[in-house]
């Protein structure tokens, strides 16, 4: 079988699973669940890590020797304003116009504010950004960004760090079937491989996630097992599965066969 490769903002990767760097007990666990992992692509929150500071300095040096491509992210933020101005700092600190933008609306349960979501957005698209914005499963909304030049969209799966998997996940399918031009990825709520596996069944082409490895038992053997179940779900988007029925149907058809029976 071919590599499945895919494309976000010019560049080619060969996982479909993007890796959070924050919870793990360590730095050396997050660097072998990492690489476990195989993701291609990490995010690194400007605000928590202080790279800049002496205290984040080994994080930072951990991080680079992985040689994977850097992902900030506006995490914490609650106004345009102030995702504008951490990320500026971010493109400075990381050398990178790459940014998951993140715009908080609700401090319960961290919904994304889809109205600032759009309008940061737009300003960071003017300045040179490349935006992965982090939404809710709102079709109206993920239309909206790509409409102000998202190339990419992550539409949750459920309120970040719960793990509940696909709450909607009639809101994803439409979603996946309306923007059928645009990398479409998983990101927060995933809790479980086989959260992952049904994302990627639905159609999605990636999944963003963290907590579910970084605070797992064994986060390494989490990797792993999320790294397995993405291939095995894109694997069954491929292949297109059987349609759902409403009655049974056997799987050896008898009627029109030949009975064959022991002399």
Same mark, same amino acid.
Request: charge should be neutral; proline fraction near 8%.
């Given at each position: 079988?071919?590599? %499945?490769t895919?494309?976000?903002y ?6 479909? *699973?993007?890796? =959070?760097?924050?919870l793990?007990?360590? +730095?050396?666990?997050?660097? %072998? ?9 990490v ?5 928590r890590?202080s +790279?800049?500071q002496?205290?984040g &300095?080994?994080?930072?040096r951990?991080?680079k &020797?992985?040689?994977?491509t850097m992902?900030?992210?506006?995490? #914490? ?10 990320a500026q700092?971010?493109r400075e600190?990381f &050398?990178? $116009?790459?940014l998951?933008l &993140?715009?908080?609306? $609700?401090d319960?349960n961290l919904?994304p %504010? ?9 300003? *960071? @698209?003017?300045? #040179?950004?490349k935006?992965?914005?982090y939404?809710?499963?709102d079709l ?10 998202c190339?990419v969209?992550?539409?949750? =799966?459920s309120?970040i760090?719960?793990?509940? #998997?696909l ?5 994803l399918?439409a979603?996946? $079937?309306? @923007?059928?031009?645009?990398?479409l990825?998983v %990101?927060?709520g995933i809790g479980?491989?086989?959260?992952a596996?049904?994302?990627l069944e639905l159609?999605?082409d =990636?999944?963003?996630l ?6 797992? =038992?064994? +986060?390494? *053997?989490?990797?792993s097992a999320?790294?397995?179940a ?8 491929l292949?297109?599965?059987?349609p ?7 799987s ?9 029976h022991q002399?």
């Amino acid at each position: 079988m071919p590599p %499945d490769t895919w494309t976000l903002y010019g560049q080619t990767f060969n996982s479909r *699973l993007l890796i =959070g760097s924050a919870l793990y007990p360590s +730095p050396a666990i997050m660097r %072998d669940a990492i690489t476990e992992s195989g993701a291609e692509i990490v995010t690194v929150s400007l605000r928590r890590q202080s +790279p800049e500071q002496g205290g984040g &300095e080994s994080f930072w040096r951990q991080l680079k &020797e992985l040689k994977k491509t850097m992902l900030p992210n506006t995490a #914490g933020c609650h106004s345009v304003k102030e995702a504008v101005t951490l990320a500026q700092m971010s493109r400075e600190l990381f &050398e990178t $116009d790459w940014l998951k933008l &993140e715009v908080v609306g $609700d401090d319960y349960n961290l919904q994304p %504010d889809p109205l600032a979501t759009v309008a940061a957005a737009a300003q *960071l @698209i003017k300045l #040179g950004f490349k935006v992965f914005p982090y939404c809710t499963d709102d079709l109206v909304i993920c239309q909206r960004l790509r409409d102000v030049g998202c190339q990419v969209l992550m539409p949750w =799966g459920s309120p970040i760090g719960t793990g509940r #998997g696909l709450m909607n996940p009639y809101n994803l399918q439409a979603i996946r $079937d309306r @923007i059928p031009e645009l990398p479409l990825i998983v %990101d927060a709520g995933i809790g479980k491989p086989s959260h992952a596996v049904q994302a990627l069944e639905l159609g999605y082409d =990636g999944i963003l996630l963290n907590t579910a490895i970084a605070q797992a =038992g064994n +986060p390494v *053997l989490m990797a792993s097992a999320f790294k397995r179940a993405i291939e095995a779900g894109r694997q069954a988007a491929l292949a297109g599965a059987m349609p759902e029925r409403q009655t049974a149907s056997p799987s050896t058809p008898t009627l029109g066969m030949p009975f064959w029976h022991q002399q």
